[in-house]
């Protein structure tokens, strides 16, 4: 026989008023690395301090490149993590090396806060959530502990130390419960409600990624499947996944009112995360997969409220990705930098976190429409069809060298911007040639390049009939009749 259900129990810690305090000390003899069957734990209060570092304005000048906004952490070297945007805008993210949360508002203004003391110099801070009522739910000393507070005071909080196994992933379910994936040689799923957390004898085996679907039900990932629990944390489904999409590293709610997952093959000290794939559970129960190309490694992923789901990829090719229901996305590179992990912020932009520059960077949408890098074979992302691009104008006037002849280019609305050539055409001569990048929903000046044809034209006439015909990228052509004048 199994033992039974166990369950940990906490106390509220309450601190003197006004002082940044949260934190407990574990049950004596208990540490990381000490297996013990489950028992009843009580936090108390520790000596270490929470340390809240509050700056009303970026702790440094943000750098500013077009539509891309980067806030440099103020800790150095801070491991920077998952991040997600809290019910009230806000954004935290995970400080794993240094042993910090923080938040960031989008005026760009970071608060962090500093946990207590970890048990060991290398322990990590693993996740984090925030509820509907904004409070943190943070898993940190490399899981053995589960912290819940409410930034305006953290002078009180709720721990939970976990002997065995360790927390990995916090998400918030319905009714507010928590959930926590548990992993260390046996895996499982902690369920908390109110201040009581049970790991139930026979909840399944969660051991990384956990999300919340639309059915109201948790799903997490289970080595190489997929597993929805049921509401009591005592039992799940398994659904295996397809060959070349096993391995769901991230989990989250998406488009089909299901549950999408990201994956790739794990890469090693030789090679990059590779053969990446995004995919869904159908309301058939059948696992659909989009594969994002063998150079991708999807993780990371987060639903929009423009009803894509995004993602960073961490693989030989890095940047961020995005998907839509009808399987419409692109992998767009930005700047140097490596998005760790994204979220949609409450300014309809998508901020990420980067390991290696240190910082949260914020970049508009209308950037990543495009993929602009190599994803490698095996892409089935289909891009977004480009809007139709016509000509307003229906006179070019020359300028007094007749070289030169403006036109005026509308592009419909839509996500992508409208991209082509033009050639303006007299009877069967080209008498003048372009490029045009128009913004979706604008219109745009392009010069024409009048040719020595045109000139000779124009020496004769002062008004030349023409044929104005745009060409997209993707192939589709407009024309309209016009006059070339002098």
Not at 89 to 108: C, H, L, P, Y
Not at 266 to 285: E, I, K, M
Not at 432 to 459: D, E, F, M, N, W
Request: proline fraction near 7%.
């Amino acid at each position: 026989m199994r033992r039974a259900a166990w369950t940990l129990t906490t106390t509220i810690i309450t601190l003197a008023v006004g002082l940044p305090l949260l934190g407990t000390v574990p049950p004596a003899g208990a540490g990381p690395g000490d297996p013990a069957e489950p028992t009843a734990l009580v936090a108390r209060a520790h000596p270490d301090r929470v340390t809240v570092r509050r700056s009303p304005a970026p702790p440094r000048p943000a750098q500013r490149a077009g539509a891309l906004r980067v806030f440099p952490v103020p800790t150095s070297s801070a491991g920077l993590e998952r991040i997600t945007t809290a019910p009230d805008g806000s954004m935290w993210f995970v400080e794993g090396d240094q042993n910090k949360v923080g938040r960031i508002t989008t005026a760009g203004a970071i608060t962090e806060f500093t946990l207590p003391a970890q048990t060991s110099d290398d322990s990590t801070v693993m996740d984090l959530e925030v509820d509907s009522s904004g409070r943190v739910w943070v898993v940190w000393d490399s899981g053995w502990r589960i912290t819940r507070f409410h930034p305006s005071s953290p002078s009180a909080a709720f721990t939970w130390n976990l002997s065995y196994p360790y927390g990995e992933e916090v998400r918030m379910g319905p009714g507010g419960a928590a959930w926590v994936t548990l992993s260390f040689d046996e895996q499982g799923i902690l369920k908390i409600v109110g201040d009581t957390a049970t790991w139930d004898d026979n909840a399944p085996p969660c051991d990384g990624a956990l999300g919340r679907g639309r059915d109201d039900l948790m799903w997490c990932q289970d080595f190489d499947k997929l597993i929805q629990v049921n509401a009591g944390g005592t039992g799940g489904r398994t659904y295996p996944m397809p060959d070349d999409a096993t391995y769901p590293y991230s989990v989250a709610t998406g488009p089909h009112q299901r549950i999408w997952f990201g994956r790739y093959e794990p890469g090693s000290w030789a090679s990059s995360p590779s053969w990446g794939n995004v995919g869904w559970v159908g309301t058939d129960n059948a696992v659909h997969t989009i594969r994002t190309g063998d150079r991708t490694a999807p993780r990371s992923l987060t639903l929009g409220r423009d009803g894509n789901v995004w993602f960073a990829s961490i693989g030989a090719t890095v940047g961020i990705g995005h998907v839509n229901a009808a399987g419409q996305g692109a992998i767009a590179r930005v700047g140097n930098f490596r998005p760790r992990s994204v979220t949609y912020g409450a300014d309809g932009a998508i901020w990420f976190t980067d390991r290696d520059a240190n910082a949260i960077v914020r970049v508009t949408r209308d950037q990543l429409w495009v993929t602009n890098v190599d994803v490698g074979d095996r892409n089935q992302l289909r891009p977004h069809p480009q809007p139709r691009a016509t000509a307003v104008s229906t006179r070019l006037d020359a300028d007094k060298r007749r070289r030169k002849a403006p036109l005026t280019v509308a592009c419909a609305g839509g996500l992508v911007a409208c991209r082509g050539s033009v050639v303006v055409k007299a009877g069967r001569k080209t008498v003048g040639t372009a490029r045009y990048a128009v913004a979706p929903g604008r219109r745009a000046t392009v010069p024409i390049a009048l040719s020595a044809a045109a000139r000779k034209l124009l020496g004769r006439k002062k008004r030349v009939k023409v044929v104005v015909v745009l060409t997209s990228t993707a192939g589709q052509r407009t024309s309209r009749a016009a006059r070339l004048t002098r």
